[in-house]
């Protein structure tokens, strides 16, 4: 029996109530459970409980075994002197309060219908994709959909957290944050961290000196990108960038990446680096004060607009600075853009709104998923495999997090739909 197990069966009531008696033979009838503590102190306040003819105001302690009372030193702990009934599963040995009198127990063990141990069994077993895949389409909809709403702003809250690190490296330059963030994100999962390490590199102010030219604005991007170095290639080009790189790191000394961090296994030729960091340094030469744009942005059509760039010319016939492709204008894509706004956009509007106390903001990161179509990875793949609705980028981020922070870590007793199977006897 794990111990939050029987915290959720006493709080829900999930026992037979029939005929209660303590381990000393008195009859009690719960009046109220209480209200369940997970900090330190009690496990529940406030309970009420009537022992005989007498009505019983105060705390409860739940524990496995009776034992556990002593084992947790509770007799010496003034803490737990109001406590008016020890909720155990097994009794294996009499207990005293902190007053020396013995403590009113009542015995579980065989009062918890032998489905909600199954049920619970079955949860925390190793299962496919996630624990509760047999019963999840039997949990009705409104309750996974206010379960999935709470999961999308544990999610953003939880990418905050992330962000909240890089405003404190940049002194809460809102700006810089979120150019950084950007370019992280530009770099999507295969190389999220050569681009981040590239922008960390390249303060914004030193874009904004060269806010007029594009050639330059790439010449340095590729430069500390780590892609000017190759002496082999002879594409004019090329060779233009090198010789304006060389001038702009004589003044602003920058400092290159280790080339070999990009990574170009499993990419398609469109998602190559030398692509990305084109279509980067187009939108860093369009977008100034991008992030000031987007908080006066309303809706997720402006917002795409605002990420819609392109590679220059050269790269409309190439893949890399050697390897050329049919002509194609290498514009960010719209998979691309609701990638970016996802990850980026959407937990930054919500951050500012948080910090500056803007709730408008908060509720435009949110209307901000609610607007995207879903993302599509293997993940969501197996949750429509499970009849589940994406709906939207809410439904999926919702999901994603639901994976990753409840069913891969077995917390069914934190989770409304797990608590909904055990309690459906």
Not at 152 to 176: G, P, Q
Not at 374 to 401: D, F, V
């Amino acid at each position: 029996m794990n111990e939050n197990l029987l915290h959720y069966v006493w709080k829900y009531r999930l026992f037979s109530n029939h005929h209660l008696t303590t381990t000393q033979g008195e009859t009690i009838e719960i009046l109220s459970v209480g209200e369940h503590n997970p900090n330190a102190g009690p496990d529940f306040f406030n309970a009420r409980i009537r022992c005989d003819k007498t009505i019983l105001a105060g705390n409860i302690e739940v524990h496995t075994r009776s034992s556990d009372w002593r084992k947790h030193h509770h007799q010496k702990d003034k803490t737990y002197q109001n406590i008016i009934l020890h909720v155990v599963y097994e009794d294996d040995e009499p207990i005293l309060s902190t007053n020396h009198e013995a403590l009113l127990t009542l015995v579980l063990k065989h009062r918890i219908p032998m489905i909600v141990l199954e049920r619970y069994d079955d949860l925390q077993q190793l299962q496919p994709f996630i624990p509760c895949h047999q019963h999840w389409n039997t949990v009705d909809e409104f309750t996974k959909d206010r379960w999935l709403q709470r999961m999308v702003i544990e999610r953003l809250e939880t990418k905050c957290n992330t962000l909240e690190l890089r405003l404190l490296e940049t002194k809460n330059h809102w700006e810089e944050a979120f150019y950084i963030t950007l370019a992280h994100n530009f770099g999507f999962k295969l190389n999220a961290i050569p681009f981040e390490l590239t922008a960390r590199q390249i303060p914004l102010t030193i874009f904004a000196k060269n806010k007029t030219n594009l050639f330059q604005i790439e010449a340095i991007i590729f430069g500390v990108a780590g892609f000017l170095n190759d002496d082999r290639i002879s594409e004019k080009y090329y060779l233009d960038l090198r010789k304006e790189y060389e001038y702009q790191k004589q003044k602003y000394n920058f400092k290159e990446i280790d080339v070999t961090l990009w990574k170009f296994l499993r990419l398609r030729p469109a998602n190559f680096p030398h692509v990305r960091l084109a279509q980067f340094a187009n939108l860093i030469f369009r977008s100034g004060h991008l992030f000031s744009k987007i908080i006066e942005s309303d809706n997720a059509q402006r917002m795409r607009q605002l990420f819609t760039c392109s590679a220059t010319l050269f790269w409309d016939t190439h893949y890399t600075f050697q390897e050329k492709s049919n002509k194609r204008k290498k514009q960010l894509g719209d998979e691309a853009i609701k990638i970016i706004i996802i990850n980026t956009v959407a937990p930054f509007l919500f951050l500012y709104g948080k910090t500056m106390m803007l709730p408008k903001l908060q509720d435009l990161a949110l209307e901000l998923l609610e607007e995207l179509p879903p993302e599509k990875n293997s993940i969501l793949a197996k949750w429509q495999a499970l009849k589940t609705e994406l709906k939207n980028a809410a439904r999926s981020q919702g999901l994603m997090h639901l994976k990753k922070q409840y069913c891969d870590t077995k917390l069914c007793l934190q989770c409304s739909v797990g608590l909904k199977i055990l309690k459906n006897e």
